[in-house]
């Protein structure tokens, strides 16, 4: 994942303060999911090797 962490802090209607975490993602690349010890088929692609393709549902946002 890209991307960068947004903090936000304010005070509420009842004058106590709050703050919240948000996980902004720039590119996410989703992978698929973890296969069977033994499965003839578990064949897992390297870590270290990037994706021909972004998954389904990955975007990447403009630099701005």
Do not use: C, N, Y
């Not at 947004?6 to 996980?23: F, N, P, Y």
């Not at 993602?25 to 994706?51: I, R």
């Amino acid at each position: 994942m890209v991307g960068k962490l947004r903090l936000s802090e304010w005070t509420g209607r009842d004058g106590d303060r709050r703050s919240k975490i948000q996980v902004v993602a720039e590119a996410v690349q989703f992978l698929g999911s973890p296969k069977k010890a033994g499965d003839p088929d578990g064949d897992v692609a390297p870590a270290d090797k990037p994706a021909d393709r972004p998954g389904v549902g990955a975007h990447r946002r403009k630099a701005g």
